[in-house]
Each structure stands twice: as C-alpha cells, then as structure tokens.
C-alpha cells in the first residue's frame, strides 16, 4: 500500500511555469506506475500524464504533450510534473495516482492510489 501527497500548486499567469511534486509513503515506490490526472470545475477528471517504475517509459494527454513533463526520483519517494508554458485552460485540481499493475495507462479505474490533490490556476 502507497500513500501520496500533492504540493506545488499555485496561481500563475498564462504562459509561465509550475512544477508539480507528489511524495509516496512506503518504501517500495520504485514498485509502482505513477500518472497525474486532473479535473476543472464541471469537468471530469482526465489523463495528463504517467511514468513506468523505472521512469524509462513516459505517456501523455495530446492536450499537454511538448508542455509538460513527467519525472520520478524512486530514492525520494516522488514523481514530478514539470507544467511549462500553461495556458488558462490548464487550470484544474491536479490529483497524483499510482497503481501496481496498469493495463490502460490514462483509465483512472487502473489506479488504485490517489492522493488529495493541489490546485492549478492559470490567469489569462
């Protein structure tokens, strides 16, 4: 079992740049594929982006692919979500989940772990 903690989020005007982070309780984080969803007011939650256990293997949304970027440091517990050049319809409680064993990287029913989740607002 994981236990995951969001931090990063913040307000930042469009065009600027935000990084995620998501630390994991446990000492068998390496075991586990890590992705980031999020979900904007009135909207369901969508895929953003995962990483395999090893960090070899990244996925991402068409809608933030060459923006962001997913990372994990398995000796810190963390996976990251480096947010470049946002745009206001980035802005959205971002959640971090983790799962064991994924069959569909972007199906949040894979997931198994999530955390409480950090907001992003983006101005325009």
């Known amino acids: 079992q994981v236990q995951v903690v969001e931090s990063g989020g913040g307000l930042v005007q469009a065009g600027g740049s935000l990084r995620l982070s998501c630390a994991a309780s446990?000492?068998?984080?390496?075991?586990?594929?890590m992705a980031w969803f999020r979900q904007a007011p009135g909207k369901e939650r969508e895929f953003v982006a995962a990483i395999s256990w090893g960090g070899s293997s990244t996925n991402y949304a068409d809608s933030v692919k060459g923006r962001f970027t997913i990372s994990r440091d398995n000796a810190k517990n963390t996976v990251y979500l480096q947010m470049d050049s946002l745009k206001p319809e980035d802005t959205a409680l971002y959640y971090c989940a983790a799962t064991q064993s994924p069959g569909v990287v972007f199906a949040e029913y894979e997931y198994d772990y999530w955390g409480q989740g950090t907001q992003v607002t983006v101005s325009s």
């Open positions: 446990g000492r068998t984080f390496s075991s586990y594929f």
